[in-house]
């Protein structure tokens, strides 16, 4: 029984041992079936200097979208400031508009006053210098905030700066020219601020007194 055993081990062992050189055999023979490729993909990985340039690269692109996204903001906000520099010169130029709107009545009223005193003796003539002198101040403070009355009378009509009333039948002017000025028109700066109330000439009907 003793001897039968270690004929077996012995053969397992030489069994071993055959395929051990076959393999080394196989190795010496075709050194291309060794596993270089998963070898390369493993140190490809572990490369310090592929994992810094993958980095750099990823790194680069951030950079260059938020320099893009810089661009974008400082383009807006310069429009920004730009814009809000036009609105605070609108606001100075015409800040006062309201307020010298509603003076309009208080000139009109004066120079209804001083108009209506000409030809009259038994006007006192204090109180007339008086209502002269306040109507001159007046439009002294219009000129100190660029209020500039509008030239109508003799003018061509312009529907942008006059507003037609009344037509008037005439052949001394050509037609569609301002013949009377009921009410004075005014600019603030280069705005409108109230039309010039007019009376527009027209021309007459021509009557035909030919026999027929």
């Given at each position: 029984m003793s001897q039968k055993k270690e004929i077996k081990i012995r053969t397992d062992s030489e069994q071993a041992d055959k395929k051990g050189k076959a393999a080394e055999a196989v190795e010496k023979d075709m050194p291309d079936l060794k596993c270089e490729p998963e070898k390369a993909d493993n140190d490809q990985a572990d490369d310090p200097m592929a994992v810094l340039a993958e980095r750099l690269k990823s790194k680069e692109l951030e950079a260059r979208d938020n320099y893009d996204r810089l661009l974008r903001v400082s383009a807006e906000f310069e429009n920004y400031k730009k814009r809000a520099s036009r609105e605070m010169e609108e606001f100075r130029k015409y800040s006062n508009q309201s307020?010298?709107?509603?003076?309009?009545s208080v000139v009109d009223n004066l120079e209804l006053a001083i108009n209506s005193t000409n030809g009259h003796k038994t006007i006192d003539k204090s109180l007339l210098d008086g209502l002269e002198m306040t109507y001159r101040e007046i439009l002294k403070v219009f000129e100190k905030f660029n209020v500039t009355p509008i030239s109508a009378k003799g003018q061509a009509f312009d529907p942008t700066y006059h507003e037609a009333v009344m037509q008037e039948e005439t052949d001394e002017v050509a037609e569609n020219t301002v013949t009377n000025e009921l009410?004075?028109?005014?600019?603030?700066?280069?705005?409108?601020l109230r039309p010039a109330m007019v009376v527009v000439a027209k021309s007459k009907?021509?009557?035909?007194?030919s026999n027929p």
């Open positions: 307020l010298i709107k509603e003076m309009l009410q004075r028109g005014y600019l603030i700066h280069d705005r409108l009907d021509k009557k035909d007194n």
